[in-house]
């Protein structure tokens, strides 16, 4: 069965992982206990706090903002500014951390008044600040747009009721919209805090040194400069360890940490808002607009600002180019591939358990197998496959193959949720028709599944291979000079202080991954009834 060999693909990439971090352990269990010292447990203080902090900065402003949008349905502009919160979820990680050093940093577009405020020379933003303003940037539009379907789903009959008993905007606020918000905050605050504290490209880029250093970061810099495996393998358990224990806590505490929106109910009449409420809210929507356009509109400006010609021109810059086009185009078929074998397999054995009782472990590890590779990091896969393929030969000639296989599995959740849903509609539609008709295998798949299937998987296509093409953990570990992509070509230049060319290699990630993202969202939309 298909399924199984999808499920078996992500065991034995998930496995190995922790193979050869139990064999490196084991091998070395004197130097991999001697690695738990004050400087492993800094650096994990230093992830949690980093998270917290940025969680905090994040989902607090994200309430305000939320309801702010959701005061004032009908402003010029306000479906434009949805949109560009949108755009933080298909940029590169890398790409926005250089559209904040371009905006914040020592040579900044604001490192003049910056410097003028602060009485003396601007240092630039590196180290935690750096960190947080990179997470909030992320992460604020993201918890603005759950928050405001949260409000969504506010039944019209409430606030036509509070409009009748003369409601006032604070009644409103604790009676009407902070249940709702309450109930989602759960769920987006831990979904902000697993994307902080699993953060490695922000970390690397602007942690500025080993005080302001997270896990992750520790696990690639003590393999790719310290050549030190034993404290890779004690700073990868402790990893796992983290994030286990926090999905755990989020579970026990019902947050939905999948990132899953409400669905909006019927428009509604809204409790009219006093002039300074309006000022006030207006104020806020400007200066979340400025704050989240800031670091966009820097990487274009640097961007434009480089020599594109020159770098077009370049054989290593066209190499990597290639390279990742062609890494992330075999990750997203891999990607769609094995998303197809696991949601047809669940499918055929609900069929089978219809009536019959509770699902079998199989049926189980179909619907939730791929979910699980959420729980660990791409680092902690690399980290685990590296020190177990570094006795086999040479590492760094494998890095086509991790990069492919790591990146494709982790797509899968996302491309699931893409396909799953089409495929069982039509096979709810479908099923008992082709049973009589016998029509099964390969014509099934031409003649009834692919009609219905070719826009979810053109959509699943799409955003696998934008976060394959953007992604710089599983490179890090493995890329080298005969294996670059534009990520990895692009931290190279910013470690070489080329800054120009790190820009104008932005510039063009940034564009190619936005262009593959809008795609995704347009052939999703229509995919929708």
């Given at each position: 069965?298909?399924?199984?060999?999808?499920?078996?693909?992500?065991?034995?990439?998930?496995?190995?992982?922790?193979?050869?971090?139990?064999?490196?352990?084991?091998?070395?269990?004197?130097?991999?206990?001697?690695?738990?010292?004050?400087?492993?447990?800094?650096?994990?203080?230093?992830?949690?706090?980093?998270?917290?902090?940025?969680?905090?900065?994040?989902?607090?402003?994200?309430?305000?903002?939320?309801?702010?949008?959701?005061?004032?349905?009908?402003?010029?502009?306000?479906?434009?500014?949805?949109?560009?919160?949108?755009?933080?979820?298909?940029?590169?990680?890398?790409?926005?951390?250089?559209?904040?050093l371009a905006l914040y940093g020592r040579a900044g577009y604001f490192a003049g008044p910056l410097a003028r405020i602060s009485g003396g020379d601007w240092p630039g933003i590196y180290g935690l600040s750096g960190i947080l303003v990179a997470h909030v940037f992320f992460n604020l539009p993201l918890a603005t747009r759950l928050f405001l379907e949260a409000l969504n789903t506010v039944p019209a009959d409430q606030w036509r009721l509070a409009s009748q008993l003369g409601m006032g905007a604070r009644a409103g606020f604790r009676l009407i919209e902070w249940p709702a918000l309450r109930a989602s905050l759960p769920g987006v605050a831990g979904l902000v805090f697993m994307l902080c504290i699993t953060s490695f490209t922000i970390v690397l880029t602007l942690g500025g040194g080993p005080r302001a250093s997270t896990l992750e970061v520790a696990i690639?810099?003590?393999?790719?400069?310290?050549?030190?495996?034993?404290?890779?393998?004690?700073?990868?358990?402790?990893?796992?360890?983290?994030?286990?224990?926090?999905?755990?806590?989020?579970?026990?505490?019902?947050?939905?940490?999948?990132?899953?929106?409400?669905?909006?109910?019927?428009?509604?009449?809204?409790?009219?808002?006093?002039?300074?409420?309006?000022?006030?809210?207006?104020?806020?929507?400007?200066?979340?607009?400025?704050?989240?356009?800031?670091?966009?509109?820097?990487?274009?400006?640097?961007?434009?600002?480089?020599?594109?010609?020159?770098?077009?021109?370049?054989?290593?810059?066209?190499?990597?180019?290639?390279?990742?086009?062609?890494?992330?185009?075999l990750s997203a078929l891999l990607c769609v591939v094995l998303t197809v074998a696991l949601t047809m397999a669940r499918r055929a054995l609900a069929l089978e358990r219809a009536g019959k009782g509770a699902r079998s472990l199989l049926e189980r590890a179909t619907d939730t197998g791929a979910g699980f590779v959420l729980v660990v990091p791409p680092i902690v896969i690399g980290a685990g496959w590296f020190v177990l393929l570094r006795h086999a030969g040479d590492v760094f000639a494998l890095a086509p193959v991790m990069v492919v296989t790591v990146n494709a599995v982790m797509a899968m959740p996302f491309a699931l949720r893409a396909i799953r849903p089409a495929h069982d509609a039509a096979s709810e539609r479908h099923e008992r028709l082709c049973a009589q008709l016998g029509i099964r295998g390969w014509n099934r798949l031409r003649l009834i599944e692919w009609p219905v299937l070719r826009r979810p998987l053109s959509t699943a296509f799409a955003f696998a291979m934008a976060l394959s093409l953007g992604d710089l953990g599983v490179i890090a570990l493995f890329g080298s000079d005969q294996v670059q992509t534009l990520p990895y070509l692009l931290l190279a230049r910013m470690g070489s202080y080329r800054t120009a060319d790190a820009a104008g290699l932005a510039l063009l990630l940034g564009l190619i991954c936005l262009a593959l993202m809008a795609l995704a969202d347009r052939l999703g939309k229509e995919t929708r009834p």
């Open positions: 069965m298909a399924g199984v060999v999808a499920l078996a693909a992500i065991a034995v990439l998930i496995g190995g992982a922790f193979a050869g971090l139990v064999l490196e352990g084991v091998e070395d269990l004197s130097g991999a206990i001697a690695a738990f010292d004050g400087y492993l447990f800094r650096v994990a203080r230093f992830t949690v706090w980093q998270a917290m902090l940025s969680t905090l900065l994040s989902v607090v402003p994200a309430i305000f903002v939320a309801r702010a949008l959701s005061r004032h349905p009908a402003f010029p502009g306000r479906g434009l500014i949805l949109r560009l919160f949108a755009v933080p979820l298909a940029l590169p990680a890398i790409v926005a951390a250089l559209g904040v690639y810099q003590s393999l790719r400069f310290d050549f030190d495996p034993a404290r890779a393998v004690a700073l990868t358990a402790l990893q796992i360890l983290l994030t286990m224990a926090v999905v755990v806590a989020l579970a026990r505490l019902g947050a939905n940490v999948t990132g899953d929106a409400n669905l909006s109910v019927a428009s509604r009449r809204y409790i009219p808002a006093s002039r300074g409420e309006t000022a006030f809210d207006v104020a806020l929507i400007a200066i979340t607009l400025a704050f989240v356009a800031g670091p966009m509109l820097a990487t274009v400006l640097s961007g434009l600002e480089a020599d594109l010609a020159r770098l077009a021109g370049e054989t290593t810059v066209r190499r990597a180019a290639a390279t990742s086009l062609i890494l992330a185009c």
